[in-house]
């Protein structure tokens, strides 16, 4: 995926699924700002696609929604990164 490999030429890693709730517990507002993905946390859909955990929302509404992993990323999009641990 073009973004993982973009985050691992700046030295960051996709984060998963644990650290975007806890950024939707911390920061609740961003999400209404922008779609954020975790792009660690990779599942496979009922139509098998892969799917990824998405924090979505509008004015009052905030929920965590999925994503798929293959399509095309809007420019609003926003993905979650942790940096890498150095070995």
Do not use: H
Request: with cysteine; hydrophobic share 40%; charged share 25%.
């Amino acid at each position: 995926n073009a973004v993982s490999a973009e985050m691992d030429k700046e030295g960051y890693e996709p984060a998963a699924i644990w650290g975007l709730l806890a950024l939707a517990q911390k920061e609740p507002n961003l999400q209404r700002q922008f779609s954020i993905f975790a792009l660690k946390s990779v599942w496979r859909g009922p139509t098998r696609d892969r799917d990824v955990p998405c924090l979505c929302g509008y004015a009052s509404v905030r929920f965590l929604s999925r994503g798929y992993l293959d399509g095309d990323w809007l420019g609003s999009c926003r993905f979650l990164a942790r940096r890498k641990c150095q070995k």
